[in-house]
């Protein structure tokens, strides 16, 4: 059978990811799902998200997604290897579900020269060391030192990102950061939200330094996946669409997509 592909994050952030993958590839269909009632994450154990990350890829499976994109870096984290371990063979054994971690991990090493890279993630992230992980595996050598930022997410959410309130925590985790390690050349912002604070970002860091937001490289991955894949590929519909669900209120969802995606969405709730 074929469908969209799903795009899941715990709130907004995923949207980032979903812009970057559509401006890529527009051609298919999406639908993006966000459990904003039950966010954020970040803080959250790890049983906790993986009920949670497997609930939402249940209800995009049943929405008829074959694929399904963890746009979610703490979800990737915490849930994807055992949904692909665990769930998938036995439940849904011809879907797939991928996450942001890996293809991130798989640019920087190209980006870094120094090869000593810095994460900046929410805490659960951090805490995972999927960064070190995946990049270490592909990088023998590299040093990777991460900051778990707590307060980047709800000033997003909170539509704070861009007033001088944010200048604070920006600045502060970004020296945090630098003073465990001065060598890094090259900055991963782990955390689909963090696109939001760029020009805060930019203002505190120093200029020599790599920033790495993800969505355009997550796009390239999964047209790199899909070429590799035709049996995916061809279940994928392709009518140029994108449907948003959201587990909270609509009209909260509509505003702040609106600030993510500069563009009006019609967006329905559901429950998982
Ligand atoms: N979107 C999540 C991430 O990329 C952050 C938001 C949350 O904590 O739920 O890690």
């Given at each position: 059978?074929?469908?969209?592909?799903?795009?899941?994050?715990?709130?907004?952030?995923?949207?980032?990811?979903?812009?970057?993958?559509?401006?890529?590839?527009p051609q298919y269909d999406y639908i993006y799902l966000g459990d904003n009632a039950r966010a954020p994450y970040g803080t959250r154990s790890f049983d906790v998200v993986y009920e949670f990350t497997l609930q939402a890829v249940k209800k995009l499976f049943d929405y008829g997604c074959p694929l399904v994109i963890l746009g979610c870096n703490t979800a990737s984290a915490k849930a994807l290897r055992s949904i692909q371990q665990q769930y998938l063979p036995f439940n849904a054994p011809d879907n797939r579900v991928l996450g942001v971690i890996r293809p991130t991990a798989e640019v920087v090493g190209e980006l870094s020269h120094t090869h000593h890279i810095g994460v900046l993630a929410t805490e659960g992230t951090i805490r995972s060391e999927s960064y070190k992980l995946e990049i270490e595996k592909l990088y023998p050598g590299s040093t990777i030192v991460g900051e778990a930022c707590p307060m980047w997410v709800p000033l997003v959410e909170n539509n704070e990102f861009d007033k001088p309130g944010a200048d604070y925590f920006v600045k502060d985790s970004l020296a945090k950061l630098m003073a465990k390690d001065p060598q890094i050349d090259t900055i991963i912002l782990g955390c689909t939200h963090y696109p939001l604070l760029m020009d805060k970002i930019k203002k505190y860091c120093p200029s020599s330094i790599t920033l790495v937001p993800q969505g355009k490289y997550i796009a390239k991955s999964l047209e790199d996946y899909l070429q590799r894949h035709p049996e995916m590929q061809c279940?994928?519909?392709?009518?140029?669409?994108?449907?948003?669900?959201?587990?909270?209120?609509?009209?909260?969802?509509?505003?702040c997509a609106a600030l993510f995606l500069k563009e009006d969405v019609v967006v329905e709730r559901v429950n998982i």
């Open positions: 059978m074929k469908g969209p592909i799903g795009v899941f994050d715990s709130g907004y952030g995923g949207l980032t990811i979903l812009e970057g993958i559509r401006q890529r590839l279940r994928i519909t392709d009518g140029g669409s994108c449907k948003y669900f959201t587990t909270e209120s609509r009209t909260k969802f509509r505003e």
